[in-house]
């Protein structure tokens, strides 16, 4: 057995979890306090989707505020690219670096053979990342919310750390595949507390390559460490290599305002979006401070920066 945050949590031989073909569904509390039932769900279904979370006013105020912060950036000054399909990250310097700072990150088919962008920068970008609740005054003051440290208190956290942000910008046409993972493998604490706060600023749907989970399937083991820093290199440690069963995946449909929150071992993935809209969203991934964080992890930020919670 694992102790895990405060559960005891037992992995059988055979991985036994409830099956679920849709995903639990609630409106948002107004006070952001999950009710009893909302948290049972969540514990038995790995994730639950909160509609109306965000107001209209504040969809737009995020995306007007990441379309500035794109307009400030230079694409010649980085190629970095982020992609789940190839093992990019590997040597890439400036993604590792992020933990404290706001990068950005380019879609795996962005450029063309001559290095040059396909599209315009705003329609050329994976993500954004790793710190912009920190650094950036719009982006804290949606990340810390009376409501949203509600919700993270109703599920038992007693010293949250919101230890990463991200813009996901899905472009149209170019937006790439996510292949099916568990956050805890890239924000891994010991017992494992990570939980993803996931906010669609637009409309997700199949076309645009919305999210989908494996409901109940975060009670499987945890595959993998990506990447574990050792020895001044990067590595992906693997710990449990049985298949994924997506012939279980659910897909998470989610109109813009709507906040999906899923346990930081809850399966996960995206398709490709091939279709001529975007598909923009703002992620929080919150950690228990209790919990021993590891120098082996990729995410790291600097003394300057100290991990905060939601005050
Ligand atoms: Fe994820």
Request: hydrophobic share 35%.
């Amino acid at each position: 057995c694992l102790i895990r945050f405060g559960h005891l949590r037992c992995f059988p031989m055979t991985q036994h979890f409830d099956i679920f073909d849709s995903i639990p569904t609630h409106e948002a509390p107004p006070d952001g306090q999950l009710t009893d039932d909302m948290v049972a769900a969540f514990k038995a279904a790995g994730v639950i989707i909160v509609e109306g979370f965000v107001s209209p006013g504040d969809c737009d105020r995020l995306r007007k505020r990441a379309h500035e912060l794109v307009d400030a950036f230079d694409p010649a000054s980085v190629r970095s690219v982020f992609s789940t399909t190839r093992q990019t990250q590997l040597n890439d310097e400036y993604f590792y670096d992020s933990g404290d700072k706001i990068r950005f990150f380019f879609e795996d088919n962005a450029f063309d053979e001559t290095g040059r962008l396909r599209q315009s920068k705003h329609e050329s970008l994976n993500k954004m990342g790793h710190a912009m609740h920190d650094l950036d005054p719009v982006f804290d003051a949606f990340s810390r919310t009376p409501k949203l440290a509600a919700i993270v208190g109703s599920l038992g956290y007693k010293d949250p750390g919101i230890i990463q942000s991200m813009y996901i910008f899905k472009p149209p046409g170019i937006g790439g595949e996510v292949t099916c993972h568990q956050d805890s493998t890239f924000i891994y604490t010991e017992p494992e507390s990570c939980v993803g706060f996931w906010f669609a600023l637009e409309d997700a749907t199949l076309e645009n390559g919305c999210m989908q989970f494996i409901p109940g399937a975060h009670k499987m083991p945890l595959k993998k460490r990506n990447y574990k820093r050792r020895d001044g290199t990067y590595v992906i440690e693997t710990l449990d290599d049985t298949p994924w069963p997506v012939d279980r995946l659910v897909p998470a449909e989610a109109k813009a305002g709507t906040l999906v929150i899923f346990d930081g071992r809850a399966p996960h993935l995206s398709a490709a979006n091939r279709s001529d809209k975007s598909r923009h969203a703002y992620t929080l991934h919150v950690i228990e401070k209790l919990c021993h964080y590891p120098a082996d992890n990729w995410l790291q930020r600097s003394a300057h920066l100290p991990l905060r919670g939601f005050d």
